[in-house]
T-cell receptor, first 115, second 111 residues
Framework: NAGVTQTPKFRILKIGQSMTLQCAQD?????MYWYRQDPGMGLKLIYY???????DKGEVPNGYNVSRSTTEDFPLRLELAAPSQTSVYFC??????????????FGNGTRLTVT | QKEVEQDPGPLSVPEGAIVSLNCTYS??????FMWYRQYSRKGPELLMY????GNKEDGRFTAQVDKSSKYISLFIRDSQPSDSATYLC???????????FGKGTKLTVNP
């Protein structure tokens, strides 16, 4: 049981490039989330999904896109990378009614630098 | 005023000390309060979860919520070097899926 797996672990992008951050969970959780964590700034919610085919914006969605075609996978897409998107990105999942009834299970993050 | 305020520290204590970590908040609609622990280069993991005012104890950890003062605390008794991590408070409105996190407090427990 791997939990939440994020790939890649590290990535350096040039300004204007695009990439997809992958996230997969094997716990059959309906709820999945993408957060970014900047130094000293806590975690900010980018997008979340309550089930396959359903996604919604979080606090900081600009510059990102998501899709949820299966229960297991929740990729995050950066279309035109900007230096402001330099951050550590965490994917998380939970069961039941999201954070109220169950904890968030986090992956170990993708460290992205845009130069 | 930010929704959730948390002193980022860093906080350094000797082994065996009692540690007090705190968050304040401004949103009266928050009903659920959590503490997550994050080791370096890892994702956060849930440490404590509370609903409503009062205390909740789990081993060396005690979570305290005072809704009237909009103030939550996490106490660590007999702190150990393995407790060295960043501790993030998190809060949730009823019916919402959007956890609001504090900035985190970095704790170091020195042997």
């Amino acid at each position: 049981n791997a939990g939440v797996t994020q790939t890649p672990k590290f990535r350096i992008l040039k300004i204007g490039q695009s990439m997809t951050l992958q996230c997969a969970q094997d716990m059959n959780h309906n709820y999945m989330y993408w957060y970014r964590q900047d130094p000293g700034m806590g975690l900010k919610l980018i997008y979340y999904s309550v089930g396959a085919g359903i996604t919604d914006k979080g606090e900081v969605p600009n510059g990102y896109n998501v899709s949820r075609s299966t229960t297991e996978d929740f990729p995050l897409r950066l279309e035109l990378a900007a230096p402001s998107q330099t951050s550590v990105y965490f994917c998380a999942s939970s069961e039941g009614q999201g954070a109220i009834n169950s904890p968030l299970h986090f992956g170990n993050g993708t460290r992205l630098t845009v130069t | 005023q930010k929704e959730v305020e948390q002193d980022p520290g860093p906080l350094s204590v000797p082994e065996g000390a009692i540690v007090s970590l705190n968050c304040t908040y401004s949103n009266s609609a928050f009903q659920y309060f959590m503490w997550y622990r994050q080791y370096s280069r890892k994702g956060p993991e849930l440490l404590m979860y509370t609903y409503s005012s009062g205390n909740k104890e789990d081993g060396r950890f005690t979570a305290q919520v005072d809704k009237s003062s909009k103030y939550i605390s996490l106490f660590i008794r007999d702190s150990q070097p393995s407790d060295s991590a960043t501790y993030l408070c998190a809060m949730l409105e009823g019916g919402s899926e959007k956890l609001v996190f504090g900035k985190g407090t970095k704790l170091t427990v020195n042997p």
